[in-house]
């Protein structure tokens, strides 16, 4: 059974950074393309940043140049890198492989 646990959102004022991990057990990982999503209550769920299983990335428009997503294949992990972040990027975080969602994780930028 294919399990994706993401980890590390909490609060943080404006202009802090965070960084999510997003740990995949039973399934390969290196084939797979990742994403990272989130959402806030009344909205979609929107796409922030993916890469690919080898490695190209894209990002929102409203999150380029401030985060980073990365993958480590031997750890079967994947990071957001969360940089100079802002009020509006408060919402559920969430990564995805193939078909498989992780939990969610709340980040909350809020002075």
């Known amino acids: 059974q294919v399990r994706l646990v993401e980890s590390g959102g909490g609060l943080v004022q404006p202009g802090g950074s965070l960084r999510l991990s997003c740990a995949v057990s039973g399934s390969i990982f290196s084939i797979y393309g990742l994403g990272w999503y989130r959402q806030t209550p009344g909205k979609q769920r929107e796409l922030v940043a993916g890469i690919s299983s080898g490695g190209s990335t894209n990002y929102a428009d409203s999150v380029k140049g401030r985060f980073t997503i990365s993958r480590d294949n031997a750890k079967k992990v994947v990071y957001l890198q969360m940089n100079s972040l802002k009020p509006e990027d408060t919402a559920v975080y969430y990564c995805?492989?193939?078909?498989?969602w992780g939990q969610g994780i709340q980040v909350t930028v809020s002075s």
């Open positions: 995805k492989m193939f078909q498989t």
